[in-house]
């Protein structure tokens, strides 16, 4: 459980009130494309217009970044290198870099419970509340179906340098992996990237 909370502590997960998770796209193949983690852990489709930042791929995104002299978006690009590098994250930004959708895999060491995690929802908010001033949680957490896995879900929204965010983190396990899902996106445009996140949960294959 500690390694859990310190998961969640370090991750800002952005979170939708009303969030509906989609199974893998049908038809529309050619709107998604599909990421398979190297050690075969998991597999997830996202949007075609969403850029997928990993350890391998944040090096050229920041080259490129600062080839086209976009400062804004090569400070921030970098400044995400240090938790993807460290931590594996992969990142995914919207196509006008207003959102992200970040998940990250551990090891858990023994089989992941989601009701467990659960229990322990009052301990993940109120670290949360310490890291974050000003957090709003804005419904209980859940435990949801979500394909053939149970997701705990936490939203929440807060306010950084006068401007507001609405969030979700939504933990899922399988085996004794515990993937953490998390979209950050401005609290006022929240939903239109809520499909997104529904895509890359709903047709996820975790192991």
């Known amino acids: 459980m500690k390694k859990f909370l310190c998961l969640l502590t370090a991750l800002m997960l952005m979170a939708v009130p009303m969030l509906s998770f989609a199974e893998a796209p049908a038809g529309d193949a050619e709107e998604y ?29 920041i080259t490129a970044a600062e080839g086209l ?38 090891d858990a060491g023994a089989a992941v419970d989601v009701k467990q995690v659960l229990t322990g929802a009052d301990a993940i908010k109120s670290q949360l509340s310490g890291q974050i001033e000003g957090i709003e949680f804005t419904s209980d957490p859940q435990v949801l179906e979500v394909g053939n896995h149970q997701a705990l879900l936490i939203e929440y929204a807060y306010e950084l340098a006068g401007q507001g965010f609405a969030g979700a983190q ?11 899902f998390t979209l950050t996106a401005p609290a006022g445009s929240a939903t239109e990237y809520a499909e997104a996140l529904g895509v890359v949960i709903g047709g996820a294959e975790l192991n």
């Open 170 to 180: 939504c933990y899922v396990g399988a085996g004794t992996n515990l993937y953490v």
């Open 69 to 106: 002299g976009n400062e804004q978006l090569t400070a921030m690009a970098q400044q995400a290198k240090g938790q993807i590098e460290q931590l594996g994250i992969i990142m995914l930004m919207s196509a006008d870099y207003q959102a992200n959708i970040n998940l990250v895999c551990t």
């Open 33 to 61: 494309l599909t990421y398979k983690d190297a050690d075969g852990r998991f597999t997830f489709w996202y949007p075609d217009t969403w850029t997928l930042l990993s350890k391998d791929t944040i090096d050229t995104f």
